[in-house]
C-alpha cells in the first residue's frame, strides 16, 4: 500500500521531440535550444528523450546517445534526464539501458515489448532482465494501444518487488486497472495520455508525462500544483480550458503535430522521419487555431 506521494522524476514531465533539420538528420543545438525552452520557460522537472514522441523508432542507437547527452549537459543539474530504452529485443533493450547509463541518465522508460504480443509470464521476464541490467530507477511505459500487449495489474504487481522498478507511465486507460495497482504497490503513477491528466490525479498518480507539456507546461504544472494544494475548482478550470490543447496536439500522430506546434511558435522542431510525415497545411491551419483556442500566443505569420 502507498505509503508516500514520492515523484522520483518530479510531476510535470516532456516527451519531448526530438528536433531535425529539414533534410532529416537530428538537430543537437536545436535539441540544447529545446530542452533548455521546455525546463526555464514550461517549468518541466524531467524530460524524456529517446520516446516514442522523439521517434526513438528511426534513430540509430548512436543519436540516441549523443541525444542524451546533449540534453544532460543543457539541463540535467536542473532538471531530471529520463531515456527512452524500450525495445521488443530483450538483449537491445539492455544495450540501451546500459548506454543511457553510460551518458548519466536519471531513470529509464521502457515500454512494452511491441509486435510480438508476449503473454504475461514473458513480460514478467523481459522487465525483469532489464532491471536486473540496470542501476538506474525504471517507468514501466504501458500502451497496449501501441504494442498490442497490456502489463495485466498481477505483473506491474509482481514487478514492483524489484528494487529498480519504481514506476508506471500509464496509457492504458484504464481507471480500475490503475487504481488496484496503486492500492497494492508503491508503484508510482504518471498519467500517460493527456487528456486524463486530471482524472490521473484523483486515483494517485504523481504526475504526468506529456505530449501537451511542449506547449503549456507551465499550465499543466499549475493544474498539478493547485490540485496538490486542494483547489481542485482551479484544476478543473485548467483542464477545461486545456481541452483545445489536448485535441490540437494529437488529431495527427503527437511527434508530428508537436513539430509543428513548435515550428508554428518559432521553436526547434523540423522534420519527421518516414514512416511518419509532417503535418500538412490544412492541419497547421487547424493547429494554430486550436493553440489560440487553448490559451498558446502563436506568432503572426
Known amino acids: 500500500m502507498r505509503t508516500t506521494n514520492s515523484a522520483p522524476f518530479g510531476q510535470m514531465v516532456t516527451a519531448m521531440i526530438t528536433p531535425m533539420t529539414p533534410d532529416g538528420a537530428v538537430d543537437y543545438d536545436g535539441a540544447a535550444r529545446l530542452a533548455d525552452y521546455l525546463v526555464t520557460d514550461m517549468r518541466n522537472d524531467a524530460l524524456v528523450v529517446n520516446g516514442t514522441t522523439g521517434e526513438a523508432p528511426t534513430t ?35 544495450e540501451l539501458t546500459r548506454q543511457a547509463e ?66 508506471v507511465k500509464d496509457a492504458k486507460d ?19 495520455t493527456d487528456l486524463l491528466n486530471l482524472p490521473w490525479l484523483s486515483l494517485g498518480a504523481v504526475g504526468f508525462v506529456s505530449v501537451v507539456g511542449h506547449v503549456a507546461g507551465d499550465r499543466l504544472h499549475e493544474m498539478i500544483d493547485a490540485y496538490d494544494n486542494g483547489d481542485v475548482d ?28 513548435l515550428d508554428l511558435l518559432g521553436l526547434p522542431g523540423g522534420a519527421v522521419r518516414l ?27
Open 174 to 192: 484504464d481507471p480500475a486497472a490503475a487504481s488496484r495497482v496503486m492500492a497494492q504497490t508503491d508503484l508510482v503513477y504518471y498519467c500517460g
Open 234 to 261: 482551479r484544476a478543473r478550470r485548467l483542464h477545461y480550458e486545456l481541452l483545445p490543447l489536448y485535441q490540437g496536439l494529437f488529431r495527427n500522430q503527437g511527434a508530428v503535430m508537436s513539430k509543428a506546434a
Open 275 to 301: 514512416p511518419l510525415l509532417a503535418a500538412t497545411g490544412a492541419e497547421r491551419d487547424q493547429l494554430r487555431k486550436d493553440l489560440a483556442d487553448g490559451g498558446v500566443k502563436v506568432p503572426a505569420q
Open 102 to 167: 553510460r551518458a548519466g541518465v536519471h531513470g529509464l522508460l521502457v515500454v512494452t515489448p511491441y509486435y510480438s504480443k508476449p503473454p504475461q509470464a514473458a513480460l514478467l521476464a523481459h522487465f525483469t532482465a532489464v532491471a536486473d541490467a540496470a542501476t538506474r530507477p525504471i517507468l514501466i511505459y504501458d500502451i497496449p494501444g501501441r504494442t498490442a500487449a497490456a502489463v495485466a495489474d498481477e505483473t506491474l504487481i509482481k514487478l514492483s518487488a524489484h528494487p529498480r522498478i519504481v514506476g
Open 60 to 94: 540509430t542507437d548512436a543519436e540516441k546517445e549523443q541525444l542524451l547527452r546533449v540534453v544532460l549537459e543543457t539541463v540535467g543539474s536542473r532538471a531530471k534526464v529520463v531515456a527512452g530504452v524500450g525495445t521488443n529485443i530483450t538483449a537491445h533493450t539492455i
